[in-house]
C-alpha cells in the first residue's frame, strides 16, 4: 500500500481572508506548489452521514470566474454520479442544469440579466 497526500497552504490577511492559495499533491505531474484561486472540497462526515464542505477563494478570484467554479463543479459531480452509481437520469439532470446556467453566464457577459 502506498500513501498519496495533497496540501493546500492559505495566506490569510488581517481579516482572515485569502490572499493567495498554493496546493501541491505526491501524484501531481509538476514538481512544487502551485498556486489557485479557488479551492472547494467536500468531505463525506460518516459518523453524521453529512457533507462537510470548505470553500476559499482570493480577493483575485472574479464574481464570473466563481460561477464557473460552480458550474465546472456540478458538471465534475454529475459525471461523478454517473460514474460512481450509473445513475444516468441524475446525471443528465445534473448537466441539464449546467447547460441552463451556461446560457445565464452567457447572457450576463452579453449584458443581459
Not at 498519496?4 to 505531474?29: C, G, H, M, R, Y
Not at 452521514?49 to 460552480?70: A, F, G, I, S, Y
Amino acid at each position: 500500500m502506498r500513501n498519496s497526500e495533497i496540501n493546500f497552504k492559505v495566506l490569510l490577511d488581517e481579516n482572515n481572508i485569502p490572499e493567495k492559495i498554493e496546493w501541491n499533491a505526491t501524484d501531481k505531474p509538476t514538481d512544487g506548489p502551485s498556486e489557485t484561486n479557488a479551492i472547494a472540497i467536500s468531505l463525506w462526515d460518516d459518523k453524521q452521514k453529512n457533507t462537510m464542505r470548505m470553500d476559499l477563494w482570493t480577493k483575485e478570484m472574479t464574481v464570473m470566474e466563481m460561477k464557473r467554479l460552480c458550474v465546472d463543479s456540478i458538471g465534475g459531480l454529475a459525471d461523478t454520479i454517473k460514474n460512481a452509481t450509473s445513475d444516468e437520469y441524475m446525471a443528465d439532470e445534473m448537466h441539464a442544469l449546467c447547460q441552463k446556467f451556461v446560457k445565464h453566464l452567457d447572457n450576463e457577459l452579453k449584458g443581459g440579466k
